[in-house]
């Protein structure tokens, strides 16, 4: 079957949730190593599948102590359009900043003022999916209510980015919202099916405290996803489109 961008984009995905829920193996590794190369084999409009893939093949290599071997699949991603120079920046990332190999491919990347604006509107994006992770979490101890709380999403930017990186971003925030709403569905659902459990063996705990948790939940549920479509981002016009150096090394507070 001949591959497609789409189709392509959304197998890199499913890996990455499967990474990011269930931890790496070697079967997701080669995984990765095959979106790399039916990414290749779709030309330009592939790249950037290439770089999202040897991105995360580096980070896995970093993490395994193998930062020769990172380095070298940091490079072919920025060979690959890859521009994410917030990402860079992150604290897994930052012992290759002394490495002169590091310092030269970063120099090679380039972005648009756009587009930065954006990528650093994922991270942040990205920072906050966390955060509310977690406090969705500790709002859930004590429901007694079977109801599910989706985690609220603000808006993915629909801009046509001006370099192919962008891409990149959009897809690591895509995967992270993807693998946090797994797992606190997972934890959801336990937490219904313990209350039915429970109320089958000793009989209705206390339904009327069940109703109102429900209904405290949906109206928090609904707070949430009217602060994160508020959070939708706003291009700005005079940001323009010319390319330039990513900001000096060192110079950008990841915002995770």
């Known amino acids: 079957m001949t591959d497609t961008v789409h189709a392509l984009a959304d ?21 990765l190593e095959d979106v790399v190369a039916r990414g290749a ?11 999202a893939g040897q991105v995360s093949l580096g980070v896995l290599d970093l993490a395994h102590g193998r930062a020769d071997r990172a380095v070298l699949r940091l490079d072919a991603a920025v060979d690959h359009g890859f521009n ?20 030269a491919l970063y120099r090679r990347m380039r972005i648009t003022r756009g587009d930065l604006d954006e990528v650093l509107w994922l991270h942040r994006e990205m920072r906050i999916a966390m955060q509310e992770a977690q406090d969705a979490s500790v709002d859930d101890i004590g429901r007694l209510d079977t109801g599910v709380s989706p985690l609220p999403q603000a808006p993915m930017p ?8 962008v891409l990149v971003t959009r897809l690591d925030l895509s995967v992270t919202r993807t693998a946090l ?3 606190a569905l997972r934890a959801q659902f336990r937490r219904g099916a313990g209350n039915t459990a429970l109320d089958l063996i ?13 209904w405290d939940a949906d109206a928090l549920d609904s707070r949430r ?30 915002p995770v």
């Open 181 to 183: 709403q797994r797992v």
């Open 41 to 51: 084999a779709l030309g330009p409009d592939g790249g950037w599948l290439v770089a």
């Open 225 to 254: 996803q009217r602060a994160a479509e508020a959070r939708a981002f706003v291009e700005d016009p005079g940001a323009g489109a010319v390319l330039l150096p990513c900001p000096p090394l060192g110079s950008i507070a990841h």
């Open 11 to 31: 197998r890199a995905h499913e890996l990455l949730v499967t990474f990011l829920t269930d931890g790496p193996t070697a079967a997701g590794a080669a995984g």
């Open 158 to 165: 629909t801009r046509a980015p001006h370099t192919p990186g």
């Open 202 to 214: 000793d009989g209705p705990r206390d339904p009327v405290r069940a109703r109102r948790d429900a």
């Open 84 to 103: 994410d120079c917030v990402m860079l920046h992150a604290e897994p990332l930052r012992p290759l900043h002394g490495d002169p190999r590091f310092q």
